[in-house]
T-cell receptor, first 114, second 113 residues
Framework: ETGVTQTPRHLVMGMTNKKSLKCEQH?????MYWYKQSAKKPLELMFV???????ENNSVPSRFSPECPNSSHLFLHLHTLQPEDSALYLC?????????????FGEGSWLTVV | TQLLEQSPQFLSIQEGENLTVYCNSS?????LQWYRQEPGEGPVLLVT?????EVKKLKRLTFQFGDARKDSSLHITAAQPGDTGLYLC?????????????FGQGTILTVHP
């Protein structure tokens, strides 16, 4: 239990569906992240929210739409995805400060696009 | 763009053997983190190193941060089957890049009984 909870753990969706991934952190952190993990590729940072403001959008296609209503919750809205978007999507949180930044990951949401 | 080269990509050893995983970059990092990930789960933080030359020990695992803060190593002594998993290093650049980690490709370790 890392204090970062992701739901659902597994999701299968068609290319015309709209679905959302949810993340909640119970650590009192001020930053939240979405990462994508695909086979044989390094973890890719998708979005960063710092104090609820999006500070990073790593050239992610618009079919992925993040939402951060407060510092504890983060969503990733998905629509008209492609099969190559199938991957493990990891949410993470951290307390960003000049003293360092240790990131804690959730268990991930396995997404399969059919 | 900062890159972290992690090696080896795959490591298959027998129980009781020692091993070292390397993480190298041409860039300087303000901190470097090591994670272990099991299939179907998210990465779990093992250690964070922040000072050049720093050595941290976690039971049979020894982590070292290079003097120039460009590289790091993870050494496991007397590996056990329970050490099997994906090991990831990740560096944070600091400055205006707080919170932005660059990950290595990972090392898949298999320890056979």
């Amino acid at each position: 239990e890392t204090g970062v909870t992701q739901t659902p753990r597994h999701l299968v969706m068609g290319m015309t569906n709209k679905k959302s991934l949810k993340c909640e952190q119970h650590l009192g952190h001020n930053a939240m992240y979405w990462y994508k993990q695909s086979a044989k590729k390094p973890l890719e940072l998708m979005f960063v929210y710092n104090f609820k403001e999006q500070t990073e959008n790593n050239s992610v296609p618009s079919r992925f739409s993040p939402e951060c209503p407060n510092s504890s919750h983060l969503f990733l809205h998905l629509h008209t995805l492609q099969p190559e978007d199938s991957a493990l999507y990891l949410c993470a949180s951290s307390q960003v400060s000049r003293a360092g930044n240790t990131i804690y990951f959730g268990e991930g949401s396995w997404l399969t696009v059919v | 763009t900062q890159l972290l080269e992690q090696s080896p990509q795959f490591l298959s050893i027998q129980e009781g053997e020692n091993l070292t995983v390397y993480c190298n970059s041409s860039s300087v990092f303000s901190s470097l983190q090591w994670y272990r990930q099991e299939p179907g789960e998210g990465p779990v933080l093992l250690v964070t190193v922040v000072t050049g030359g720093e050595v941290k020990k976690l039971k049979r695992l020894t982590f070292q941060f290079g003097d120039a803060r460009k590289d790091s190593s993870l050494h496991i002594t007397a590996a056990q089957p329970g050490d099997t998993g994906l090991y990831l290093c990740a560096g944070e650049a600091g400055g205006t890049s707080y919170g932005k980690l660059t990950f290595g490709q990972g090392t898949i370790l298999t320890v056979h009984p």
